[in-house]
């Protein structure tokens, strides 16, 4: 059996400032990732990434998602180069198409947000690989463009989706799938068949994030955070109790074809740093050992 990378979601129901130490703590744990989120209109996932990077050495860490209405193809190429020079190997851009009622909100909705997602992933890969990029599409349009500080090794391109066109896009244009947070083992395995059905081929991933708890409180902690995320307790998402019930619930989502898993904690996490160091110093051992 592979062993998932095992990382930790910084939700933005938490505030920007006590990123600094959920980063560090992760990085001391031995958590492997820590996957920043771009919801609207909480924190940017850019920035959020950048100052963890800043705070770390060895940590990988993820944007999921940025949403390619709110970002121009030109700007997202040059922000993403700059921090992959700067930390090379340990950044996972993701892009997606964005929550239409949020982008709707902001003022950049589009009629199809699938034509978007395809034009900009296209022209942002070209763009990392350091080509001088000229096309004129529906949404995305540039003219001569070259970044002058390219990546100098290639930067791995997540795409985002739920929906079946979403998710064969994803296998077709991405090197990987970040899935929503709220999902059960057999929703990750139907996501990453329909992905691989898209094209995807040999080293694909495929990132998950698991609601979980531990302490005397924890089922009902979790049954209480799941509706927020449009589910229903008792349908199997998420995870309660001690490091094996946290390892075993990690393992059947690896098993449905999940590379990385990202735990989530509670919004009402009453130890966030101490709930980290329970990860890597106990869960992540169990989940090597399997």
Request: glycine share 12%.
């Amino acid at each position: 059996m592979t062993t998932p990378r095992l990382g930790i979601a910084y939700v933005p129901t938490h505030a920007p400032e006590t990123l600094r130490r959920l980063a560090t703590t992760a990085e001391e744990a031995g958590l492997d990732d820590l996957w920043v989120w771009e919801d609207c209109f909480k924190q940017s996932g850019l920035a959020s990434a950048a100052a963890a990077l800043a705070w770390t050495d060895r940590l990988r860490v993820g944007i999921g998602l940025m949403p390619a209405p709110l970002r121009s193809t030109a700007v997202t190429a040059m922000e993403v180069a700059t921090l992959a020079r700067t930390f090379p190997g340990r950044l996972v851009p993701g892009v997606g198409h964005g929550v239409q009622d949020w982008m709707g909100q902001a003022g950049v909705r589009v009629a199809s947000p699938l034509t978007l997602l395809r034009e900009h992933t296209t022209a942002l890969r070209r763009l990392l690989a350091g080509e001088e990029v000229t096309t004129s599409g529906r949404y995305v349009t540039l003219d001569r463009v070259r970044l002058d500080w390219p990546p100098t090794e290639p930067v791995p391109l997540w795409l985002g989706g739920v929906g079946p066109r979403s998710l064969a896009l994803a296998g077709e244009l991405g090197d990987g799938l970040i899935l929503a947070n709220a999902l059960t083992p057999d929703d990750v395995r139907g996501a990453a068949e329909a992905a691989r059905g898209g094209g995807a081929g040999e080293g694909f991933d495929v990132h998950a994030t698991l609601i979980a708890a531990t302490g005397p409180d924890a089922q009902e902690r979790v049954d209480r955070e799941v509706p927020l995320w449009g589910r229903e307790p008792g349908q199997g998402v998420g995870a309660a109790g001690d490091a094996q019930s946290l390892a075993t619930a990690v393992g059947a989502l690896a098993d449905a074809g999940a590379t990385a898993v990202a735990i989530q904690p509670t919004a009402d996490e009453p130890d966030l740093e101490g709930f980290v160091r329970f990860l890597g110093r106990e869960v992540a051992p169990l989940l090597s050992a399997r």
